[in-house]
């Protein structure tokens, strides 16, 4: 039986992602070390108001206090996942009211925040079984339509999202490792440092590949206040 809820009770921007075809994994408690321990360096470089964690088989959530956060989440766990455990991902991003339950890990969520991500997931997953959507992992979903804080426009936010998932999904391994750098703040000379190549190669990669792209929308996302 639940216990009663707990002062981390809030209106969030929820996360909840999932392993794609994990099953067919070869080794699936390597898979799952390897998701705890990314999960632990993610929540060092975003610090989201309730750290993500795994929660069953291969699943994980968080929360985030603004929308372009909880976005940005999104992309470096798929970046990473894909680089560092081979694996790729999708995302189901939500808002509204989460109620926490207990102490014990992982922590037992509930509400409007937490329902709107995991029907947001499941649309995901859904999507992505067409022949037309294959290409999709990430969607937004506010709790029955509601208005999200300074966004007047929640249909934008997957339309970003769905270009984003698609030009993700052509980069090659070089390519996405180069946006990851870029994400965390570092330029296309200390990329080229980093590779031992010329700027120039950095430069015409980054345009190529979709990166920069990305990295301007990224940016107009938290240009806003949220």
Known sequence: ????????????????????????AADRPALQKKLK?????INRELKPALPLEPTLGDEFQGCFDTLSESV???????????DQ????????????????FAKRRPKSQDGEGWWSARDAVEMAGTIAEGPSGSFRRTCFQAWANEEVP???????????????????????????????SLLRGNTQSE???????????????LTRSGA???????????????
Not at 85 to 100: F, M
Not at 191 to 205: F, G, P, V
């Open 1 to 24: 039986m639940l216990s009663a809820a707990t002062e981390e009770d809030g209106t969030y921007f929820t996360l909840i992602g999932d392993v794609v075809s994990s099953r067919d």
């Open 37 to 41: 321990n990314i999960l632990v360096r």
């Open 72 to 82: 940005t989440a999104s992309l470096l766990l798929r970046l990473v996942l894909l």
């Open 85 to 100: 455990a081979g694996v790729d991902t999708r995302y189901g991003l939500g808002h509204g009211w989460v109620t926490v």
């Open 150 to 180: 300074d966004f007047d426009n929640p249909g934008a936010i997957n339309a970003f999202l769905s270009t984003r998932d698609w030009i993700v999904g052509r980069m090659n391994a070089k390519s996405r490792s180069r946006l990851l």
């Open 191 to 205: 990329i080229a440092r980093m590779e031992s190549t010329t700027q120039s190669a950095i430069s015409q990669n």
């Open 212 to 226: 920069y792209a990305i990295l301007a929308g990224q940016r107009a996302f938290e240009g806003r206040t949220l």
